[in-house]
């Protein structure tokens, strides 16, 4: 089994800055590609970016170039600094672990709010 425990959740303000992480554990062999999902209010559950095991990443257009999404493999965490926040940044945010490219493990969720 593995489980992963998200920290980081907070009330930004427009144009700030959150740096969420995520600690995976337990059966953990091998680095494995990680990531972020958010789930806004109303909405389908959408990636916000991933890393693969050896440190590419991929970005969302929404969230591209103001993300940066990155990984320790010795602590099994991975990372999310957004800078630039919108209201539109405002959602739930879930990282994850993809096991063998077939078996998904998600972190509790996070809430991110970004208001004035």
């Known amino acids: 089994q593995v489980q992963l425990v998200a920290s980081g959740r907070g009330l930004v303000q427009p144009g700030g800055s959150l740096r969420l992480s995520c600690a995976a554990s337990?059966?953990?062999?091998?680095?494995?590609?990680m990531g972020w999902y958010r789930q806004a209010p109303g909405k389908q559950r959408a990636l916000v970016g991933e890393i693969t095991s050896g440190g590419l990443t991929n970005y969302a257009g929404s969230v591209k170039g103001r993300s940066t999404i990155s990984r320790n493999n010795g602590k099994n965490t991975v990372s999310l600094q957004m800078n630039s926040l919108k209201p539109d940044d405002t959602a739930v945010y879930y990282c994850?672990?993809?096991?063998?490219?077939?078996?998904?493990?998600w972190g509790q969720g996070t809430q991110v709010t970004v208001s004035s």
């Open positions: 994850y672990l993809l096991v063998n490219l077939t078996h998904v493990y």
């Open positions: 337990g059966s953990i062999l091998r680095p494995y590609p």
